[in-house]
T-cell receptor, first 114, second 111 residues
Framework: DTEVTQTPKHLVMGMTNKKSLKCEQH?????MYWYKQKAKKPPELMFV???????INESVPSRFSPECPNSSLLNLHLHALQPEDSALYLC?????????????FGQGTRLTVV | GQNIDQPTEMTATEGAIVQINCTYQ??????LFWYQQHAGEAPTFLSY????GLEEKGRFSSFLSRSKGYSYLLLKELQMKDSASYLC????????????FGKGTKLSVIP
């Protein structure tokens, strides 16, 4: 199993809503990542979890709140988002966050904030 | 922070060879990845270089020069399905490594 599964695939939410994006992998990877990708732009790193601990937060606004309940799951809690937060949110995992370990990406959640 | 530069777009003919260059400036360099991303899909891993030189994998090869902060991805015998964005990603940092992508090169393969 070399899959990273993200749910939902599509999400439309209002600016006052609270929603969560979910990511799951069963490859035994100990590093998991959230990326944000706007149209025609490369993925931008948001958060890195290493061994279930948040190790990198790339100055992401607090309306995005990551959570790693266990080594297989990664969530991104969303609250009070803005229309400019509409994007493709990609989850990825790698064996660890060290050198030479390729990252496997999920298919993403396409988020629209209205 | 880091500075990654690659061409925005390239066009090449089916069956030809194309080279996509990437220059970077980064601290704590720990190798460089190339990823392929088709429109509307997730990035997929192509190659990883940590030592200087050429790594060959089928039709794709990747080269690294650490002293020059330079890498290229070489695609041979181009096929229409190779039309995609190619993302250069130096791995930097100490402790927890950060995989940060360049702006990507959109390659169009034409008949």
């Amino acid at each position: 199993d070399t899959e990273v599964t993200q749910t939902p695939k599509h999400l439309v939410m209002g600016m006052t809503n609270k929603k969560s994006l979910k990511c799951e992998q069963h490859m035994g990877h100990r590093a998991m990542y959230w990326y944000k990708q706007k149209a025609k732009k490369p993925p931008e790193l948001m958060f890195v979890y290493s061994y279930e601990k948040l190790s990198i937060n790339e100055s992401v606004p607090s309306r995005f709140s990551p959570e790693c309940p266990n080594s297989s799951l990664l969530n991104l809690h969303l609250h009070a988002l803005q229309p400019e937060d509409s994007a493709l949110y990609l989850c990825a995992s790698s064996q660890d966050s060290g050198r030479g370990t390729e990252a496997f990406f999920g298919q993403g959640t396409r988020l629209t904030v209205v | 922070g880091q500075n990654i530069d690659q061409p925005t777009e390239m066009t090449a003919t089916e069956g030809a060879i194309v080279q996509i260059n990437c220059t970077y400036q980064t601290s704590g360099f720990n190798g460089l990845f190339w990823y392929q991303q088709h429109a509307g899909e997730a990035p997929t891993f192509l190659s990883y270089n940590v030592l200087d030189g050429l790594e060959e994998k089928g039709r794709f090869s990747s080269f690294l020069s650490r002293s020059k902060g330079y890498s290229y991805l070489l695609l041979k015998e181009l096929q229409m399905k190779d039309s995609a964005s190619y993302l250069c990603a130096p791995l930097n940092g100490a402790g927890s490594y950060q995989l940060t992508f360049g702006k990507g090169t959109k390659l169009s393969v034409i008949p």
